[in-house]
């Protein structure tokens, strides 16, 4: 962990990088013939992501050089990559919601790491990334029983409705 927290100071903000330690033995004051953690590893592009990965398998392969331990690891298959935006398909996208009357949009931080698989898919194919506001003022996280409550209000449905209205007018443009 100490490996870990040194290397967060190099790679700033663009890096987030959570632990748990899952097996730690059952003393504090023995050494356990097995231990285990939990590594999550977001970034804000996909190369910064990876880089970051294999800094901390290095890590964890010197810690073993240096306690004689093994260190075994294996990466999750779910990995989340960073939303490329395809500036055409936003551009249609705004112009389209602006069409059915949304000039507010929320048009999300560059830098932000999220975790959805929207980013692996931007890999492969073009996306549009937009998300709307509504007019609710709500300081709740994205996890939070207060956020719940906005999403699932009568107007955070009628913008779902308008925002699908505005995706099939985007492929349609497209098309």
């Known amino acids: 962990i100490a490996g870990i927290n040194a290397m967060r100071q ?3 903000p663009d890096v987030k990088i959570h632990e748990v330690i899952t097996n730690g033995g059952q003393s504090p ?3 356990p013939e097995y231990a285990s953690m939990w590594i999550f590893v977001r970034a804000t592009d996909k190369n910064i992501l990876e880089k970051a990965a294999e800094r901390i398998v290095n890590i964890g392969k010197g810690a073993s050089l ?3 331990a093994q260190f075994r690891y294996k990466r999750a298959k779910n990995t989340f990559y960073d939303i490329k935006r395809n ?3 936003n551009s249609l996208m705004k112009a389209n919601l602006a069409e059915l009357g949304i000039t507010r949009l929320e048009e999300g931080d560059k830098y932000h790491c999220e975790s959805t698989d929207i980013g692996n ?3 492969r194919c073009p996306v549009c990334y937009t998300t709307l506001g509504t007019s609710h003022i709500s300081d709740a996280g994205i996890h939070e029983q207060g956020f719940i409550d906005v999403a699932g ?3 955070a449905k009628k913008l779902m409705h308008i ?3 505005a995706m099939a007018m985007t492929a349609l443009d497209v098309l």
């Open 10 to 12: 190099q790679f700033g």
């Open 87 to 89: 500036e055409k398909l």
């Open 121 to 123: 898919v931007s890999y």
């Open 29 to 31: 004051n023995i050494i």
């Open 163 to 165: 925002a699908a209205k």
């Open 153 to 155: 209000s009568d107007e």
């Open 66 to 68: 240096m306690t004689g």
